[in-house]
């Protein structure tokens, strides 16, 4: 499976970035998470969502980030609000928790 990201960007404290993950082949049946790496700091999950919708978010992300998919698209989306300077870092597709994408960046300014 290839997972492409886009959406990546610099945007001010308090604004909105959506990030968008594309898979080179039908992921209908596959787990779908964004992990980000803030320089500096290991990698760490913000929002995974199963086969079947379920959600799960970090802490930091809950309330301000959501995750969804479009399995007609073979798309997952992470909408990001109220983006914080600490939300700066390279953003990662992942599928099944095997397949990584190249990595998208954020970057917000305060």
């Known amino acids: 499976v290839q997972l492409q990201a886009f959406g990546g960007g610099v945007v001010q404290a308090g604004g909105s970035l959506r990030l968008s993950c594309a898979a080179s082949m039908a992921f209908s049946g596959m787990d779908m998470a964004w992990y980000r790496q803030a320089p500096g700091k290991l990698r760490e999950l913000v929002a995974s969502i199963t086969n079947t919708g379920d959600t799960v978010y970090a802490a930091s992300a809950k309330g301000r980030f959501t995750i969804s998919r479009d399995n007609a698209k073979n798309t997952v989306d992470l909408q990001m609000d109220s983006l914080k300077p600490e939300d700066t870092a390279v953003y990662y597709c992942?599928?099944?928790?095997?397949?990584w994408g190249q990595g998208t960046q954020v970057t917000v300014s305060s």
């Open positions: 992942v599928a099944q928790e095997t397949y």
